[in-house]
């Protein structure tokens, strides 16, 4: 049975990702937001969970509990590769397809200081528009398809601003130009490191680059599909992902912020779809 949260009376356990968060505490404040992502919330940013969280008779603490929400998501050192990574292989032990999907996905921005966001093309209309762009994989789990991993595409102005990228900390290691098709790619490559059996590639009508990326599925002799007929049912992935998890509420500016927020997306929709997280009450949280 999965898990689902209706209320704030319960709250989602992620014991079996304890090692992922290190401390109680950041345990304790994953479990509130991907709660609350798994919440009936229309809108589910940092404030708003932390409000859903609040009770009336602690109303006297809100600013703190938001505070220390909005800390654990911006600034708390954990590990977002790790818990991707950690998803990916429970979700291979409960079932193991060799189909995989490749997609861009645009998230649409009113301002202009956070992490990626550019006057681009999005993906999905193919017009430019104010937004940040993810690269995305997912896997087809013999019943639906379901997020491996998603990263931020940072455009040639971003990456040629040293200023731009210390505003909002991106790391070293991850401040070079790749183009959306070398970011996919290389985000196959990580699963073939993880000996991932990858058999079939769908690309998305969203894709960039498509041509780069079917040579070198082809010198991989891995099988490529290009526009096929998988693409609705991974569209309707990505349209759950955006309406019910809340992929494109995060306000934060911050390269962490950001990746911190989307591993947690990928961790509430694992927890809706299996029985690996079960909720407890709060009152024993």
């Not at 940072?154 to 210390?166: E, I, K």
């Not at 590639?201 to 010198?219: F, K, S, Y």
């Not at 990928?266 to 909720?279: E, N, P, S």
């Amino acid at each position: 049975m999965s898990a689902s949260v209706h209320s704030s009376d319960s709250v989602i356990s992620l014991d079996a990702f304890r090692g992922i968060f290190g401390r109680k505490d950041r345990l304790r404040w994953a479990e509130v937001y991907v709660s609350g992502l798994l919440s009936d919330l229309p809108r589910k940013t940092v404030d708003s969970i932390a409000r859903w969280w609040t009770p009336v008779s602690q109303s006297n603490h809100a600013d703190d509990i938001r505070q220390s929400l909005n800390n654990f998501v911006q600034e708390s050192p954990w590990d977002h590769e790790a818990l991707m990574r950690c998803l990916r292989g429970k979700r291979l032990s409960l079932k193991k397809t060799g189909e995989f999907a490749l997609y861009e996905i645009s998230l649409r921005k009113q301002g202009s200081h956070s992490v990626g966001v550019y006057r681009q093309k999005c993906p999905e209309c193919q017009t430019k528009i104010n937004c940040q762009v993810l690269a995305a994989l997912f896997n087809f789990n013999g019943a639906s398809w379901v997020p491996f991993t998603m990263g931020l595409y940072l455009p040639r102005p971003w990456t040629s601003s040293p200023a731009l990228l210390d505003s909002v900390r991106v790391p070293d290691c991850c401040r070079g130009f790749q183009s959306r098709g070398e970011i996919l790619i290389n985000m196959l490559r990580q699963l073939r490191a993880e000996q991932v059996d990858v058999q079939r590639v769908h690309l998305g009508d969203t894709c960039a680059d498509p041509r780069t990326i079917v040579d070198w599925l082809t010198n991989e002799d891995i099988q490529a599909e290009v526009k096929g007929k998988r693409m609705a049912e991974i569209q309707t992935c990505v349209a759950d992902l955006k309406d019910r998890f809340g992929l494109g509420h995060y306000e934060g500016r911050t390269w962490r912020g950001l990746h911190h927020h989307l591993s947690l997306v990928m961790l509430a929709h694992f927890a809706r779809d299996t029985d690996v997280c079960a909720t407890k009450d709060r009152v024993h949280f």
